[in-house]
């Protein structure tokens, strides 16, 4: 029998992807329901919007698959790897840096075992690891992880692949939190490069690049640059997410800023 929305339902409803309109809010029970009976338990992935799950609805989803997979007698080291990385992604997204290290180091420790130490999950891996050792405030063992993963993606699939892009945005973000604005702006456009030959200037993994970029030529004193690409990703992520997204609370706060400053130029 089903019913209406009674007082009181909304409070547990969550918002646990980007689908938008009458999609956009369900019950956390239903989706560890549909999740449940897809048994897919390696893809935190919504089926209807095709983006990763965020928020604790992303932790809850990524634990249940993990105790599927570590309960299942015939399950391999990699599988059991990859759960451990998503749960470790989806831990980093909602503030659990710790947790999220304890995860990926695990899953690092078993891919190296299993596949070998310049495998390309294990790149995967390392740049992840690495975002977690920047929560935490290591971003000099960030910047290590970081090398290597990008050492291994360019043996793997050449200088121009997207895997050597993510490597290079991540590295390119962590130069400039060290302080040096002219590599991270030259590793960045490197990477926006590659990205926009393989997905196209209007692409969402675009997006991130344009923010980073816009920032290093903020530091660099190039403030209508700054401007310039922290306005395109705005459009990217609008479009993508939605006007109440954390992707589009990052740019507007970045684009602010920008506007600011070059308010005070002009004075």
Excluded at 32 to 48: H, I, K, Q, V
Excluded at 93 to 116: F, H, K, T
Excluded at 140 to 152: G, N, P, S, T, Y
Aim: charged share 25%.
């Amino acid at each position: 029998t089903t019913r209406g929305l009674e007082e009181g339902d909304l409070d547990q409803l969550v918002s646990p992807c980007v689908c938008r309109g009458s999609a956009k809010y369900v019950h956390p029970a239903c989706i560890e329901a549909a999740f449940a009976a897809r048994g897919d338990w390696l893809l935190l992935r919504c089926p209807t919007c095709g983006h990763d799950y965020e928020g604790p609805a992303a932790v809850r989803l990524g634990e249940m698959a993990l105790e599927k997979i570590e309960a299942h007698p015939e399950t391999d080291d990699r599988s059991l790897a990859l759960g451990l990385h998503n749960l470790g992604i989806a831990c980093g997204r909602v503030g659990q840096p710790d947790r999220e290290r304890e995860l990926l180091e695990r899953a690092l420790q078993i891919q190296e075992a299993e596949l070998g130490p310049d495998h390309e999950d294990v790149a995967t891996t390392l740049v992840n690891l690495g975002n977690a050792y920047s929560r935490l405030g290591d971003v000099r063992r960030q910047r290590v992880l970081l090398e290597r993963a990008l050492a291994i993606n360019e043996r793997e699939h050449g200088k121009d692949h997207h895997a050597v892009a993510t490597a290079l945005v991540n590295l390119g973000s962590v130069y400039g939190v060290l302080g040096q604005p002219l590599k991270q702006r030259a590793i960045l456009e490197r990477a926006l490069a590659i990205l926009e030959r393989k997905f196209g200037p209007t692409h969402r993994t675009v997006a991130p690049t344009l923010v980073n970029l816009g920032i290093a030529y903020g530091a660099l004193g190039h403030l209508e640059r700054q401007r310039d690409f922290l306005e395109r990703a705005l459009r990217i992520n609008e479009r993508e997410y939605g006007p109440d997204h954390r992707a589009v609370a990052t740019t507007l706060v970045n684009l602010g800023s920008s506007y600011g400053r070059l308010g005070d130029k002009e004075l």
